[in-house]
């Protein structure tokens, strides 16, 4: 290399550094080698560069996203068994990993038994908004109220409320396994007001529509969330058995035919 050309590498990687591009300064001088190979001209050459930068910049922009939603754990749809949940309606589902709900500010309820598959889905959509460049949010709804109540002790009520409202998506897991005290369904009502046509909801929960007075304790406030909830909406059920209760089974009896051909060989 030319003694000119390593002192415009230096400068370059300097600039490079110093504009906050880690990716150009990463990869400056094997494009700059590709290039030259490859007889592509200058403007070719900054081109590829600024590709590679954006391609980067989203990819980490969507792990801090991913990060930010504070999932339990990550799941995708690929890894969603509908032939074991054959009543989800999978049509729509794939019509909801488009993330069009989102920009309609509409919300997705998923209703079934424990152990159908309600959370997996509600993550998989989830981490399919990250990737689209949506903020987004997951929370248990016992865990979101005991923040809340908190956050109110703390008068710190008013910031958390402002963070929620920044989000484009969110996520309020296991409606309806704990009553919540009347405080408690208070101000789940004011989050779920709040984000009326301004963020969209996916809530999952065990109890039909019917039965939500025995967690939110009051008619008039379970009248109030499902008329906001339910206005636009996309309603999934999933009516087929626990799929954990059906994978535990399978285990069980495999485990069962090895221990009786186990004390088969032990017999010869």
Known sequence: MKKQETKSIVLLKHHLKALKLPTMHAECEKVASRCAKDNVDHLGFLLQLCELELIDREKRASQRRLKAAKFPNLKTLENFDFAAQPSINKVL??????CQYIDNRESIIIVGNPGTGKTHLSIALAVEA???GQKVRFWKVT???????????????????NQLAKLDLLILDELGYVPA????AELLFDVIST?????????????PFENWTEVLG???????????LTHRCHILEATGPSYRLQDAKRRQRRTGRKSTELRRHEGH
């Open 218 to 228: 009051s008619e008039r406030l379970t009248g109030a969330t499902l008329d906001r």
């Open 195 to 207: 984000a009326y046509e301004r963020t969209s909801l996916i809530v999952t929960t065990n109890l």
């Open 181 to 184: 005290s009347k405080l408690g």
């Open 130 to 132: 990250c990737g689209r």
């Open 93 to 98: 589902v794939t019509e909801l990993m488009r």
């Open 143 to 161: 865990e979101l109220i005991t923040q809340l109540m908190e956050a109110r002790e703390e008068r710190q009520l008013m910031r958390m409320r």
